[in-house]
């Protein structure tokens, strides 16, 4: 039975974590930044010597075929892979994991002849973390780019999408050339750390995902009224900063209460105006984020918080405005990916446990063009986000070699 190189991958896990590396541990590597290009152009070089063909499209995807050198419907790929893109000071196995264990499959596949039917690919998709645009690349590739945005896409900072990628060497305005043909794609299996405890906790080396949640982030603004924080009596003041408080505070306990059990919510953005100590907040803004793998508890979920922020408004007489920010919908992973996965491990002689996945991934785009599917290895302490987030090398070992047999049934 053909096997992966643990020491060859985790050689590779090691040598893409010095690009952005950071002096404590972990690492930075924005989408588009300089420690990205480079890592890119390593990631080439590894492909290459790994005996794939390597390109790199017009939204900054990385690919590294083996029997195909392009996307042709003519002949449907198997396609794995992830990102080598992280959020700032995130930990190395956040993507990477899935990029390097996915060249490292195609490199046995290729040394060891296994048969296969379909080409194979291993992508690197570029922005997954968001800091111009979320899950950016995966977007572009499966059509799900909104072009009418492109010019005005920027991070956090203010740095436009255009400005980043130009400095890279790409148009971003030509990101939507990035589209795969129709039916290019034969099925999608993507590896990845699961980033939270369940697996750790329940002993299980290998998760199988059945659905990536949709997250809903909406700003939601209680504008109240400006006054003297010291003159004005108590009864008489429109806090708009007390309303947002306590619209977090209750939206979080609707969730909770009223959600499928798998609901999360999030306030992670806050702010006061005009926010100083003298002035009664005139207005309380905050970003209310949920996730939820059930497309129809998350729209029934999103009206009840809409019609919680009038309550609370009205209520504190103030007034409310909800925009929504970004919405994805909850992506079903394929029966037939999660069963050749769950043979793949027992082949192995793997327990694996259903689980959804509560993060977002760049195969809840694939899962809208093709058959799309996710293995999950266990994270230490269920820590990611941060730079300290790891897993054990035997995880490793066992996740990377479900995947390589996963992608040799697939391909068969
Ligand atoms: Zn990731």
Redesign the pocket.
Same mark, same amino acid.
């Given at each position: 039975m053909a096997t992966i190189s643990l020491p060859r991958l985790s050689g590779r896990i090691e040598a893409l974590a010095r690009f952005g590396a950071l002096p404590g541990g972990g690492v930075t590597r924005s989408a588009w930044s300089p420690q990205h290009e480079q890592a890119r152009a390593w990631l080439l070089d590894e492909m290459r010597a790994a005996g794939l063909a390597p390109w790199v499209d017009a939204a900054g995807n990385v690919f590294g075929g083996l029997g195909m050198r392009a996307f042709d419907a003519a002949r449907p790929a198997v396609v794995t892979g992830? +990102?080598i893109d992280t959020v700032p000071e995130g930990g190395i196995l956040?993507?990477a994991l899935g990029v390097l264990a996915g060249l490292e499959a195609l490199h046995v596949i290729r040394e060891t002849a296994s048969s296969h039917t379909h080409p194979l690919a291993v992508a690197a998709w570029s922005d !997954? !973390?968001g800091r111009y645009g979320s899950l950016f690349g995966s977007r572009a590739f499966c059509g799900a780019l909104d072009v009418g945005r492109l010019p005005d896409m920027a991070a956090a900072d203010g740095e436009r999408l255009v400005d980043a990628m130009a400095r890279a060497g790409f148009d971003a305005l030509r990101a939507p050339d990035a589209q795969a043909p129709s039916g290019a794609v034969a099925a999608y299996v993507e590896l +990845?750390i699961e980033q939270g405890p369940r697996l750790e906790e329940a002993g299980i080396p290998i998760g199988v995902v059945e659905a990536i949640v949709g997250v809903r982030r909406t700003r939601v603004i209680f504008i109240g009224q400006a006054d003297h924080a010291g003159t004005t009596p108590m009864e008489r003041r429109r806090d708009g900063f007390l309303a947002a408080a306590e619209f977090a505070l209750k939206a979080r306990d609707l969730v909770v209460k009223r959600g499928s059990g798998r609901s999360v919510t999030n306030v992670g953005v806050v702010s006061v105006h005009p926010g100083v100590s003298n002035i009664v907040p005139a207005r309380g803004e905050l970003v209310h984020e949920m996730r939820e793998p059930d497309p129809a508890v998350l729209d029934r979920l999103a009206r009840e918080c809409t019609t919680l922020a009038r309550r609370v408004a009205r209520r504190r007489q103030v007034q409310v405005e909800l925009r929504p920010i970004s919405a994805t919908v909850p992506a079903p992973c394929a029966p037939r990916v999660q069963a050749v996965i769950e043979a793949a491990a027992g082949d192995l002689g793997l327990a694996t446990q259903h689980m959804y996945s509560a993060?977002g +991934?760049d195969a809840q785009n694939l899962a809208a063009i093709t058959d799309a599917g996710m293995i999950f290895i266990p994270s230490k302490g269920g820590r990611s986000h941060r730079v300290d987030e790891m897993s054990d090398w035997d995880a490793i070992d066992r996740g990377a070699n479900v995947l390589l047999h996963t992608l040799i049934a697939l391909a068969r």
């Open positions: 992830s +990102h956040d993507g !997954e !973390e +990845h993060a +991934h």
